[in-house]
């Protein structure tokens, strides 16, 4: 079709683009004048295509059209009017002259919020549902038939900005496209407004956005909101008109600590506090607002109001006075109608509008060793001299956030001061859980209280996921180049280096873990994890496929591996660290955000590594930590909309419960490693030497708590008696004692629960007849130890043949010799499938022995040989899904094919 484009904006610019894609004709653009010597984007956009451009000032005079622009309007032969955003009046003369008539873009459901400020209004009255409307044009305001209607929903802290951006802007730009489609195919209906429920607002302006405080909070807060960017709330505050920015509802459990600010007209003065200005509706609840500017347009970050006018200037070095200079030439390219940058030029008096502020950002990166601004600072260093300022001190590392305040737990242990967060991390800080809760963790060497942590209520689970929602899909995690987002992990790990020592003194009091173990295999794994998948963050490819051509045309499909978006995972207490690492790194290195449940009895390494990943400078809001109970918190993370995978390692009935909600909530993708009863075959032929000292290793290993343990021994008959006499030699030789001791092998289990549990499964094996050769009792002694236990004479249909006791429990059944394919099918006869073991010299037994072996992990003389660059997860009621390695990356990633036609 012959279209003319009538409107301004880059959504009128996006609109003429993807119409000309369509291969629809535009036979002119109608557009403003230029403004301060700057043309609309749309009009540049036309003419650099060559299409003609018409900027009339007016197009009716009086109430009359003005015969001159209609007549330059009909000479360009239009079939259909398209307007996606017009601020002209637009006479019926043009709008009735095509074929097909006009149609115009508005951004409310019609009929509600007719005119020009819809979106304000729809955030003002506080509409759960928003959406945009496009509509045959008519003689009235807005009241034209509808042809198409989207929706979407409305957040409680959606601003005009984060909603335009979010929805009104791309998915009207698809809106506006598919109503053309409708109207070339000769399908667009014609749909008459109703008159119920029409609702007509006026233009919002300066002038009429004042703030009235004696609504409740929610009123003035959408007020607010529904005022933000343009044309701005405002209220008196110390004999100055200020403007408010960023405001969102918070949770009135307990009030903040802050310096009081009178309101004029407020119920109670306000509290300038760390997170900004927290504000006050006559019904006492709160909210808080985060910028604010003044009549002189400086705008401020609200927690810095009283510390204003304290800051200096800072003495520029010759470096950084060509890097201004530097500076100078881009405003000069932007600000193109400004003769002089003086450091007084206001970027914004000087006319520069929003694309403005993103060409700055950007050129700022290309110039400044790739800092990157926010937008807001922009709008806080309006003047050349206070944008100088502040790159300065970003490039200084002087303008870095308050250093984050944490309420430590410290203890002297282990020839060091441990410093342990010991709150909740949400949104790049430690806060206390709603309504303050919470609980004692047990050191389980001697079963005293470590400290108390904060305990997660389902709140605060949806407060986390709103913040890795925002920081996926608005912040800056969102749009960092993959090389960079590896380069963040690579220095966390850098740090986990650095603090090993007391992450692995940490690890060892809070889950009973020998402290060398724990440097070694808990701490030292978790770091090479990190570093293994920082560097696949720029690795992460699709590939082309071909397809059947659709001749005469070509097609080309490519796919993309994109990340999921937000994740939650839940880890177990056997290795607090390692099994956050091992899921964590993957899903970072994807480009998700994450929140996560440590096991609530093993807290406290994943609150010191929230605090690390804040020193490596991960934006807030990228990774959560909400130490709770997994029926609480577990659950509501397996019910929330907002995450759309869930990576779960723990016991097979817990995950079938996990899969269930998943999948009854928003169909999550889901991994699960679960349970595990792993069988290690010893063939006669083996290495007695080694099958014995990676026998004990299979079981013994961090106290039996162990995933893949050896869940029970199958030896061959002739030398069965010799390896059980070798292995009770070598446990009589363990000692066990307090995990800190360099000389101790054998630590407390991790809590109480479990030690009474292992106690109790001893028992059920003497009573079902199974020969306890030592062990089985608990040690007397202060704390959770649980003496290492040996049991043979094991038959298959006793229950400690069955079932798993992650513990320091050696289940040992003999078969007979020779008799491969009988162990074989005793080793499979079980719903795990974790991991197995075999000791033989002969290759080709143990070539045929781990073909045949049903489970995720075959070791072949050897066992615990796991790494990062190997995948880990096991078969049937085992799990599902990987961990480590390139197939971890699976987990955390989905596939989006896309074809081309050409």
């Known amino acids: 079709m012959k279209i003319a484009v009538i409107g301004q904006s880059l959504f009128g610019q996006e609109v003429y683009k993807e119409l000309r894609k369509e291969g629809h004709t535009i036979v002119g653009v109608f557009t403003v004048p230029d403004k301060d010597g700057k043309a609309d984007p749309l009009a540049t956009e036309a003419e650099n295509d060559g299409v003609p451009v018409f900027k009339f000032p007016r197009w009716r005079l009086k109430g009359k059209a003005i015969a001159e622009v209609l007549n330059q309007y009909r000479a360009v032969g239009p079939e259909l009017n398209v307007m996606p955003f017009c601020s002209q009046f637009i006479p019926m003369e043009a709008i009735d002259f095509p074929k097909h008539g006009s149609i115009i873009y508005h951004p409310s459901l019609l009929p509600r919020h007719r005119g020009a400020s819809a979106i304000n209004w729809t955030l003002i009255h506080g509409d759960k549902k928003g959406g945009f409307t496009v509509f045959w044009a008519d003689e009235g305001l807005d009241t034209g038939p509808i042809l198409l209607q989207r929706e979407c929903e409305v957040y409680p802290d959606d601003t005009v900005n984060t909603i335009y951006k979010r929805f009104l802007f791309?998915?009207?730009?698809?809106?506006?496209?598919?109503?053309?489609?409708?109207?070339?195919?000769?399908?667009?209906?014609?749909?008459?407004?109703?008159?119920?429920?029409?609702?007509?607002?006026?233009?919002?302006?300066?002038?009429?956005?004042?703030?009235?405080?004696?609504?409740?909070?929610?009123?003035?807060?959408?007020?607010?909101?529904?005022?933000?960017?343009?044309?701005?709330?405002?209220?008196?505050?110390?004999?100055?008109?200020?403007?408010?920015?960023?405001?969102?509802?918070?949770?009135?459990?307990?009030?903040?600590?802050?310096?009081?600010?009178?309101?004029?007209?407020?119920?109670?003065?306000?509290?300038?506090?760390?997170?900004?200005?927290?504000?006050?509706?006559?019904?006492?609840?709160?909210?808080?607002?985060?910028?604010?500017?003044?009549?002189?347009?400086?705008?401020?970050?609200?927690?810095?109001?009283?510390?204003?006018?304290?800051?200096?200037?800072v003495e520029l070095t010759e470096e950084e006075r060509s890097f201004a200079e530097e500076m100078r030439v881009v405003w000069k390219g932007i600000l193109s109608n400004v003769e002089d940058i003086e450091d007084s030029t206001d970027f914004f008096k000087s006319g520069a509008a929003s694309m403005d502020v993103v060409r700055l950002v950007e050129e700022v990166k290309l110039r400044g060793s790739g800092l990157q601004l926010q937008n807001e600072d922009v709008y806080m260093a309006t003047t050349f001299q206070e944008f100088i300022q502040m790159l300065v001190r970003k490039l200084r590392g002087e303008d870095e956030e308050e250093e984050m305040v944490i309420d430590y737990a410290e203890r002297n242990v282990n020839n060091m001061t441990v410093r342990m967060p010991h709150q909740l991390f949400i949104n790049g800080q430690f806060v206390d859980a709603e309504g303050g809760k919470t609980y004692q963790t047990i050191n389980p060497n001697d079963g005293t209280a470590i400290c108390s942590v904060s305990l997660a209520q389902v709140s605060d689970v949806d407060k986390a996921v709103a913040a890795a929602k925002e920081a996926f899909e608005n912040g800056e995690w969102g749009k960092m180049n993959p090389r960079d987002r590896g380069r963040l992990i690579y220095k966390l790990a850098d740090l986990m280096e650095e603090h090993q020592e007391e992450?692995?003194?940490?690890?060892?009091?809070?889950?009973?873990?020998?402290?060398?173990?724990?440097?070694?295999?808990?701490?030292?794994?978790?770091?090479?994890?990190?570093?293994?998948?920082?560097?696949?963050?720029?690795?992460?490819?699709?590939?082309?496929?071909?397809?059947?051509?659709?001749?005469?045309?070509?097609?080309?499909?490519?796919?993309?591996?994109?990340?999921?978006?937000?994740?939650?995972?839940?880890?177990?207490?056997?290795?607090?660290?390692?099994?956050?690492?091992?899921?964590?790194?993957?899903?970072?290195?994807?480009?998700?955000?994450?929140?996560?449940?440590?096991?609530?009895?093993?807290?406290?390494?994943?609150?010191?590594?929230?605090?690390?990943?804040?020193?490596?400078?991960?934006?807030?809001?990228?990774?959560?930590?909400?130490?709770?109970?997994?029926?609480?918190?577990?659950?509501?993370?397996?019910?929330?909309?907002?995450?759309?995978?869930?990576?779960?390692?723990?016991?097979?009935?817990?995950?079938?419960?996990?899969m269930k909600s998943c999948a009854l909530s928003n169909v999550k993708k889901v991994s699960l490693e679960l349970g595990g009863k792993s069988p290690l075959i010893i063939f006669s032929d083996c290495d007695m030497d080694k099958a014995v000292r990676m026998g004990m290793s299979s079981v013994f290993f961090n106290k039996g708590e162990n995933c893949i343990a050896a869940g029970r021994l199958f030896v061959e008959e002739s030398i069965h008696d010799l390896f059980v006499k070798r292995v009770v030699e070598e446990v009589k030789k363990m000692k066990t004692g307090d995990p800190l001791d360099r000389a101790t092998d054998h630590g407390p289990q991790n809590h109480k629960a479990h030690l009474d549990k292992l106690v109790q499964y001893s028992q059920v094996g003497q009573k079902e007849g199974a020969t306890l050769v030592c062990g089985g009792k608990q040690v007397p002694r202060p704390g959770f130890f649980f003496e290492p236990t040996v049991f043979t004479n094991v038959e298959d249909h006793m229950y400690i043949a069955k079932e798993e006791s992650f513990g320091p429990i050696m289940i040992i059944s003999k078969f007979k010799e020779g008799d491969v394919d009988g162990v074989l099918k005793r080793a499979n006869d079980t719903e795990f499938g974790l991991a197995s073991g075999v000791f033989t010299r002969d290759i080709n037994k143990a070539m045929y022995v781990s073909e045949k072996l049903q489970a995720g992990t075959v070791f072949v003389n050897t066992y615990n040989k796991t790494d990062v660059a190997s995948p880990f997860g096991g078969f049937k009621q085992s799990g599902i899904g990987k961990d480590l390695g390139e197939e971890a990356l699976n987990e955390y990633l989905k596939t989006k094919a896309v074809t081309i036609e050409y």
């Open 503 to 658: 992450l692995a003194t940490i690890e060892s009091i809070d889950s009973g873990a020998v402290y060398t173990l724990a440097l070694k295999t808990h701490i030292g794994m978790s770091i090479q994890t990190f570093r293994y998948f920082a560097g696949w963050c720029d690795k992460i490819q699709g590939c082309t496929i071909p397809i059947n051509q659709a001749r005469p045309n070509r097609n080309l499909t490519f796919t993309k591996r994109e990340p999921i978006g937000v994740c939650a995972i839940v880890i177990p207490w056997n290795y607090p660290l390692m099994m956050l690492a091992w899921k964590t790194a993957a899903c970072l290195a994807a480009g998700n955000t994450v929140v996560l449940k440590p096991a609530q009895v093993t807290p406290l390494t994943a609150l010191k590594f929230a605090e690390l990943t804040v020193k490596a400078g991960f934006p807030k809001g990228v990774v959560n930590i909400l130490p709770g109970a997994g029926s609480l918190v577990g659950q509501r993370m397996s019910d929330h909309p907002d995450i759309r995978k869930l990576g779960f390692t723990g016991s097979t009935p817990i995950g079938k419960q996990i």
């Open 170 to 313: 791309p998915e009207g730009l698809k809106g506006t496209v598919d109503a053309v489609r409708l109207i070339a195919e000769g399908k667009a209906p014609r749909i008459i407004q109703p008159e119920e429920g029409a609702t007509y607002e006026g233009i919002q302006k300066k002038d009429n956005a004042k703030i009235n405080w004696d609504q409740p909070a929610e009123a003035i807060h959408n007020w607010i909101r529904g005022n933000d960017k343009v044309p701005g709330a405002w209220a008196e505050v110390d004999g100055q008109k200020v403007t408010f920015y960023g405001s969102s509802l918070v949770d009135n459990a307990t009030t903040p600590n802050g310096q009081p600010l009178e309101i004029p007209g407020a119920s109670k003065p306000g509290l300038v506090t760390k997170n900004g200005l927290v504000l006050f509706g006559n019904d006492g609840k709160p909210f808080i607002v985060r910028n604010l500017q003044f009549e002189d347009g400086k705008m401020i970050a609200a927690s810095q109001y009283f510390k204003a006018a304290e800051s200096t200037t």
